[in-house]
């Protein structure tokens, strides 16, 4: 039996309303985590209460911005691995379990995610596109890290540096220099559902930003 301890770091800015759910789906996870950090990325609602009384630790991160908030959790956990969701997601019961199973000879893994609060044809449609998206970034040689659904090593993040400090793709671009490192491993079972408010600005949008994000690039309208 692995002796290797697991951090669950969820970055959080003004996210009361879906907070509780999302560490309800961590805490009742088939390999229950040893840490779960909530980052408190200047929330000025009730994140923090909530946090707290869902028994996770809270670390204030006062400089707004997600790369911030995700690097504050980084320096925060004492953990082997760092494992990290979004607050507005829900891991399947098995996740931590199934990335755990693959952490062995790899420095990060990542897994596909589906939007659980659309129709039923949206659902099923985005973990399909998702997973193929991950299949063809993955054949190309860009894995697409997500912080919805990502794992690493907490020492190689650490020794790279950690997440850059960018306006968005930080997740990405921290997959990539620890790629660098050692086995990036794409894991389909670690499924997570996450929040379709991802799409609000339109499905055609979300999708070039995820093409451009594989090329390396941001979306124009991004910069």
């Known amino acids: 039996m692995s002796n290797r301890t697991i951090a669950v770091i969820i970055p959080a800015h003004n996210e009361e309303r879906l907070l509780s759910i999302t560490l309800e789906a961590v805490k009742n996870q088939s390999r229950v985590p040893d840490e779960i950090i909530v980052v408190d990325n200047a929330s000025t609602d009730h994140t923090a209460e909530i946090a707290r009384e869902a028994g996770a630790t809270v670390v204030y991160c006062a400089r707004p911005g997600v790369a911030y908030a995700r690097q504050a959790g980084l320096i925060a956990a004492s953990s082997d691995w760092i494992v990290s969701t979004d607050a507005d997601s829900l891991p399947i019961s098995s996740w931590l379990e199934t990335l755990e199973a693959h952490m062995e000879g790899n420095v ?92 609000q600005q339109g499905k055609l949008l979300f999708l070039v930003k995820q093409l451009a994000w594989i090329r390396g690039r941001e979306p124009r309208k991004f910069r």
């Not at 659902?123 to 697409?144: A, I």
């Not at 993040?157 to 620890?178: F, H, N, S």
């Open 108 to 199: 990060a893994l990542y897994g596909p995610m589906r939007f659980f609060d659309v129709t039923p044809f949206d659902q099923s449609l985005s973990e399909y596109f998702y997973r193929g998206f991950l299949n063809f970034s993955d054949f190309f040689g860009r894995p697409n890290l997500a912080g919805a659904n990502m794992a690493f090593s907490r020492l190689a993040a650490i020794q790279v540096g950690g997440y850059p400090a960018v306006k968005m793709r930080e997740d990405v671009l921290l997959g990539w220099k620890l790629r660098k490192l050692g086995h990036v491993q794409y894991v389909p079972d670690a499924l997570v559902n996450t929040s379709g408010r991802r799409m």
